[in-house]
């Protein structure tokens, strides 16, 4: 296998590793090691059954069941289908996954550890391809903060809330998923984790902290919190933590969670077909320290 390096904030290409085969501790280290040091790691050319896709997502942790399960692939719970084609006037998948800038899982008990994704239908327009993965990069972000904010906020926790990322899609982006039910709302209470984690692979601190579910810092005043988050929403998207991923058939993209937060760009019509496999790897095996 060959590892390469890109130029920017964040992402390597590895090449030569065949992801449907089992392959051995030292590969495996590598990609762990790979995955810690650019956070997103692309796989060029995979051809992968979804069996394949949760295997290989299952050895870096216990994989997430979403409950949107009208998107699961038939038989296999744990690989998700993002789609917006329609079959037989029927969705594919979930047409609007990560619209806007987020980390998965923030606001669950148990965050989540790295997503795998397979790109098998990929809209292209005048010879570049649509539907980009933008990433910025938490490890940068928290390094980037003033000494005195690392200092005061430090033992701080952040509460996230599912429904924040939903009502903003209703809202602000035209989504047609309907409000969450008192029940579901009551399944998934908002929970707090540290605003600075010790990242499991690189054992650095990150800034761990989203727009997409963060509502408060839980020690400080109300109008304190609001103003602490966005100036956190803002910097953490600076240019300089920022990469951008363009998709090519046949792609496996993994980035890991806890050191990164990530946006699905929404640039391509209803008829260019994009159709994408998805496993949410938990951080169960390798976990966040506060
Ligand atoms: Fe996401």
Redesign the pocket.
Known sequence: MQVTRGGETLGATIEGLDLSRPFSPDEFDAVVRTLGERGVVRFPAQELTGRQLADFSARFGELEINVANAYQEPGIPEVMILSNMIENGRPVGLAD??QDW???MSYSGTIAFA?VLYGIKIPSRGGRTLGATEFSNMHAAYEGLPAEMKRDLEGMTVLHDFNKFWEMMRREKGSRRPPLTEAQRKAKPPVSHPIFLTHPITRRRVLYANP?YAVRINELPQKESAQTLAYLFEHQLGPEYRYAFHWQEGDVLMWE?IGTI???VADYGPDEHRLIKRCQVMATRFHEEG
Request: aromatic fraction near 0%.
């Open positions: 996954a990560g987020h980390t998965d997503n997409g969670d990530h946006n699905a």
